[in-house]
C-alpha cells in the first residue's frame, strides 16, 4: 500500500474538467451562479440600451444629455464587468480555488463601478446603495463561508488542495 502511494504522490489528481470526485455547488452557490447569468445578460442590456439612447435621444423621449466620455466611461465599464463574469464562469465550473478571490475582487469592483456611475450622473443616490449591498454581502460570503471554500479546491496546477 505504501509503495502505491508513493508511485502516485508526485501525480496531480483528476482535474474538475475530467471529471474528477469533486463537492457540487451548494444551494447558495447556485442561487449566485444563475444570479451572475442573470447579471450578464442585464448589463449587455443596459449596454445596449445606453448606445440607443444616446444615439437616437428623442425617439427614446430622453431630455438630458450626457457628455460622450461618460457613456464610454459606462459602457466600458459593463463590458469589462461582462467579461469578468464569463471568467467567473470558467473559473467556478471547474473548482478553482482562484474562484474565490476573482469573486471578491468583482463585487467591490461592481461596487466602486457603481459609485463612479453615480459621480459621474448615471445611478442615483438609492440605485447606487441598493445595488451596492448584494454585491458587499456576496463579497463578505466568498470570503467567509467555509462551503466556499470547501467547494474551490482545485490549485493552479489541477490539484485538489483538500
Do not use: C
Not at 149 to 156: A, G, K, L
Amino acid at each position: 500500500m505504501r509503495l502505491h502511494e508513493s508511485r502516485h504522490a508526485g501525480r496531480p489528481q483528476k482535474a474538475a474538467s475530467r471529471g474528477g470526485n469533486l463537492p457540487r455547488l451548494g444551494g447558495l452557490l447556485r442561487v449566485y451562479f444563475v444570479l451572475l447569468a442573470i447579471f450578464a445578460v442585464h448589463n449587455s442590456v443596459l449596454t445596449v440600451g445606453s448606445i440607443i439612447v444616446y444615439a437616437h435621444a428623442r425617439a427614446t423621449g430622453s431630455h438630458s444629455h450626457v457628455p460622450f466620455g461618460s457613456l464610454v466611461f459606462y459602457i466600458a465599464s459593463n463590458v469589462a464587468l461582462v467579461l469578468y463574469v464569463i471568467y467567473l464562469f470558467f473559473l467556478m465550473s471547474r473548482r478553482r480555488k482562484s474562484a474565490i478571490i476573482n469573486n471578491v475582487v468583482f463585487n467591490i469592483l461592481s461596487v466602486v463601478f457603481l459609485v463612479s456611475w453615480h459621480a459621474i450622473g448615471e445611478k442615483s443616490n438609492t440605485g447606487t446603495i441598493v445595488d451596492s449591498v448584494p454585491n458587499l454581502l456576496i463579497a463578505a460570503y466568498f470570503l467567509l463561508s467555509r462551503g466556499v471554500r470547501n467547494t474551490f479546491v482545485i490549485d493552479r496546477y489541477g490539484r485538489s488542495i483538500t
